[in-house]
T-cell receptor, first 111, second 114 residues
Framework: LAKTTQPISMDSYEGQEVNITCSHN???????ITWYQQFPSQGPRFIIQ???TKVTNEVASLFIPADRKSSTLSLPRVSLSDTAVYYC????????????FGKGTRLHILP | DADVTQTPRNRITKTGKRIMLECSQTKGHDRMYWYRQDPGLGLRLIYYSFDVKDINKGEISDGYSVSRQAQAKFSLSLESAIPNQTALYFC?????????????FGSGTRLTVV
């Protein structure tokens, strides 16, 4: 099972770009990398998913190097409302019962 | 209406009582899950179901049971609640897509056992 390691917390300022890196050294061939955002007392919300290289959507970008042993979630020009916990998940669609939500990264955006 | 609806949103119950948390979804997904979250921790999987006839234990199933009444409904029961089951409970669904997958979570049920 691909275990993930993320920073416990990060601080940044409004308007800055924030990059959160996740390590997953034993990622398997069929594993996808998915990031979720969670606000207090709410369920996690899907942000972005990728398999390799770069993926971009309207809220974030996901950078995955060729060896896929890490990934970086990039949030452009953050605002106070981006203060949340961000989870990096690695898993296979056929084994998603084994996907583990770690403690995530607590991102705090300052004015 | 929300894609994944959990009821109740908040519940206080006494030790030893039986309690059921309910989850319904309009996503049309086959897979449903129950997670538990304690303060400052990630989510831990309690039970999951890949279809109506398939129920599986997760990481922390002791003290819990589930019922998959239909594709859209998945309920979690605490047969005899104890204080250390006080937590935030989330139901989720997932879609096995052609290119990856994703979970859709409900808004959660905050359970307090006194």
């Amino acid at each position: 099972l691909a275990k993930t390691t993320q920073p416990i917390s990060m601080d940044s300022y409004e308007g800055q770009e924030v990059n959160i890196t996740c390590s997953h050294n034993n990622i398997a061939t069929n594993d996808y990398i998915t990031w979720y955002q969670q606000f207090p007392s709410q369920g996690p919300r899907f942000i972005i998913q990728g398999y390799k290289t770069k993926v971009t959507n309207e809220v974030a970008s996901l950078f995955i190097p060729a060896d896929r042993k890490s990934s970086t979630l990039s949030l452009p020009r953050v605002s106070l409302s981006d203060t949340a916990v961000y989870y990096c998940l690695v898993g296979d669609v056929d084994r998603d019962d084994k996907i583990i939500f770690g403690k995530g990264t607590r991102l705090h955006i300052l004015p | 209406d929300a894609d994944v609806t959990q009821t109740p949103r908040n519940r206080i119950t006494k030790t030893g009582k039986r309690i059921m948390l309910e989850c319904s979804q309009t996503k049309g997904h086959d897979r449903m899950y129950w997670y538990r979250q304690d303060p400052g921790l990630g989510l831990r999987l309690i039970y999951y179901s890949f279809d109506v006839k398939d129920i599986n234990k997760g990481e922390i199933s002791d003290g819990y049971s589930v019922s998959r009444q239909a594709q859209a409904k998945f309920s979690l029961s605490l047969e005899s609640a104890i204080p250390n089951q006080t937590a935030l409970y989330f139901c989720a669904t997932s879609d096995r897509g052609q290119s990856g997958y994703g979970y859709t979570f409900g808004s959660g049920t905050r359970l307090t056992v006194v």
